[in-house]
């Protein structure tokens, strides 16, 4: 899996919207759930969003919640991350993740990709 900040890059300032995307190559795509997950400095990796293999049902952790969106394109084997009213406490490497089982437990996660910095200043 590989994860990318797209064409706006990691670094954002307070109300803004950032997009990541995660593509991943050599895999049957469709047949995991996928993830987001992120950790910040000093701090354990947690829950972000996740995704159904058929997109149907998404996840998402109550600190995110009406500000992200996870979705996916399995035609393009990608999932993507939109992020609005972006806070600087959002600042985290941010990682996407697959897995057999759809779960928030980060320990059941099959694939992780490398991560991407998002930093949001205040």
């Known amino acids: 899996l590989s994860a990318a900040a797209g064409v706006w890059g990691g670094l954002v300032q307070a109300g803004g919207s950032l997009r990541l995307s995660c593509a991943a190559s050599?895999?049957?795509?469709?047949?995991?759930?996928m993830a987001w997950f992120r950790q910040a400095p000093g701090k354990e990796r947690e829950f972000v969003a996740a995704?159904?293999?058929?997109?149907?049902?998404?996840f998402y952790a109550d600190s995110v919640k009406g500000r992200f969106t996870i979705s996916r394109d399995n035609a393009k084997n990608t999932v993507d991350l939109q992020m609005n009213s972006l806070k600087s406490e959002d600042t985290a490497v941010y990682y996407c993740?697959?897995?057999?089982?759809?779960?928030?437990?980060?320990?059941?996660?099959?694939?992780w990709g490398k991560g991407t910095q998002v930093t949001v200043s205040s």
């Open positions: 993740a697959a897995s057999r089982i759809i779960t928030q437990n980060r320990g059941a996660m099959d694939d």
């Open positions: 050599g895999r049957t795509f469709s047949i995991y759930n």
């Open positions: 995704i159904t293999k058929s997109g149907a049902s998404t």
